[in-house]
């Protein structure tokens, strides 16, 4: 990479609450040569509140394939671009990639300069497992594709994560209970913003709320657990089996001893010294 090209910056923004935008995002945004911005307007704004200026350019869905061989072009001839979103960052479920691509073609530096995003701020308030997670982007507007798209991931061992819109949400959450089945969930709408809101409960409770007309409102975020929630098979094992039984069970399952009783525990809501207590006096009642 030859020193006299310039760089393209991916600006991260808030999300709501401006406080969150980052000292590094506000010196990068004041030294480029160009902001490429989805809605001018909405950045001059942002840009006007913190005192810079800057010479702006459009970069949005409908002119994203021209202008990202442009900006690719200016920066090739040594020019700094820093590329913004409306809010959050830029190429998450917003244009980015494709001059993100055309400067990796020409060999030329791509910067992140990371911020918020609305999907990592749901997901790790959410509660739900942040270990591993699918984020899905905006589920399809119609119902069939809806449940195609849920259909499959249902089998990932993965939190899912899926923006959504208001007047769509009822129906997410209707859809998404009868193909993934009952499982804890979570909307968090209006982050970092003054109605912020977090609410978790299981996809029926979640989907009877938000059925009523206009229930739903402002920028949302839809988080749903990996699994569902067994109760069947939870409740009928504490009321059913003995330890005995349960690490018979795990040990024709190819569970060893000291796993059986520790899985018989944990099912049975006991502590391991208790649960061996008692397999030990079942064996032995057994064998009089
Ligand atoms: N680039 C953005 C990001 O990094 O999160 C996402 C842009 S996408 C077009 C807009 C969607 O993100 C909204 O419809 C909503 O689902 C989600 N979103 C954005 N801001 C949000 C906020 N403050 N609270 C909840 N969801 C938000």
Do not use: W
Not at 44 to 65: C, D, K, P
Not at 248 to 269: P, S
């Amino acid at each position: 990479m030859s020193q006299d090209r310039g760089t393209l910056y991916l600006v991260a923004t808030p999300i709501g609450n401006l406080e969150d935008v980052t000292r590094r995002a506000l010196r990068v945004l004041a030294e480029a040569d160009v902001v490429a911005c989805e809605d001018t307007r909405r950045t001059r704004t942002l840009l006007e509140h913190f005192g810079i200026r800057a010479r702006t350019v459009s970069y949005h869905e409908h002119n994203e394939r021209e202008r990202a061989t442009e900006l690719a072009q200016l920066i090739e001839e040594g020019r700094t671009v820093a590329l913004v979103s409306d809010a959050g960052t830029p190429g998450v479920n917003d244009p980015g990639y494709r001059v993100v691509r055309a400067c990796v073609e020409r060999n030329l530096r791509v910067v992140p300069v990371p911020g918020p995003t609305a999907f990592v701020a749901a997901l790790t308030a959410s509660g739900l497992p942040t270990d591993e997670f699918y984020f899905g982007g905006f589920l399809p507007a119609k119902s069939h594709a809806r449940r195609e798209r849920l259909a499959a991931v249902r089998q990932l061992r993965a939190t899912l994560v899926f923006y959504e819109t208001p007047h769509r949400l009822a129906h997410a959450l209707a859809d998404a209970l009868e193909v993934l089945g009952e499982r804890e969930a979570v909307v968090a709408r209006e982050l970092t913003k003054m109605h912020e809101e977090i609410m978790r409960g299981r996809l029926s409770e979640l989907a009877e709320r938000f059925r009523p007309e206009g229930a739903a409102r402002g920028e949302l975020v839809l988080v749903i657990d990996r699994e569902e929630i067994d109760e069947g098979v939870a409740e009928g094992t504490r009321a059913a089996s003995s330890v005995a039984d349960l690490v018979t069970r795990f040990e024709a399952e190819g569970l060893d001893q000291r796993a059986a009783l520790k899985r018989a525990a944990r099912e049975l809501g006991l502590t391991r010294d208790e649960a061996y207590r008692r397999l030990t006096s079942e064996r032995s009642r057994s064998k009089v």
